[in-house]
């Protein structure tokens, strides 16, 4: 499984691996469903299909947790998930996933893995976001990396 599994797994079969992984605590609150048993519902193959917004968090989140499970193991995901961030104003990236706020999550996230002081900006450019990732302390020249985020939720 990789990241871009987030786009072609079926959403039944995506919310139940990360029911499994992160818990149903977790998906409940990056949708912000009130239903405790949604999670559950949703995980079912013949379960309700998530309001559209939802699969967009749902994705989202599964991009996010897979991209940080790959590099630091399924523990410090979950844990980096649910847990106070500094690059997101002191909030957690589920509640960042829940605003569907791709580019900051992820970059969050990328910055965690690589251990830089990566500061992420959005801006738009030819009516597209881009994500523009300044390297703090790369040799006398910040460089500057583009990340395309349309293809984020």
């Known amino acids: ?50 309001r559209p917004e939802a699969v967009k968090q749902l994705r989202l989140g599964y991009r996010v947790w ?3 499970e790959q590099a630091e193991g399924c523990d410090v995901a979950l844990a980096w998930l649910v847990g106070a961030n500094p690059r997101l104003g ?20 990328l910055a965690y893995i690589d251990g830089s002081q990566a500061v992420w900006s959005l801006a738009a450019r030819a009516g597209a976001h881009q994500c523009h990732w300044l390297c703090a302390g790369q040799g006398p020249a910040h460089e500057e990396i583009i990340h395309d985020v349309r293809r984020f939720p």
């Open 90 to 109: 002191e909030g957690t990236p589920v509640s960042a996933i829940r605003k569907l706020k791709s580019a900051e999550v992820i970059g969050a996230a």
């Open 66 to 68: 897979r991209l940080l």
């Open 1 to 50: 499984m990789s990241t871009d599994d987030a786009s072609r797994l079926d959403i039944h079969d995506l919310v139940r691996i990360l029911n499994e992984n992160v818990g149903t605590a977790a998906v409940q609150a990056m949708t912000g469903t009130k239903d405790r048993g949604q999670p559950i519902r949703w995980a079912r193959p013949d379960g309700p299909e998530p």
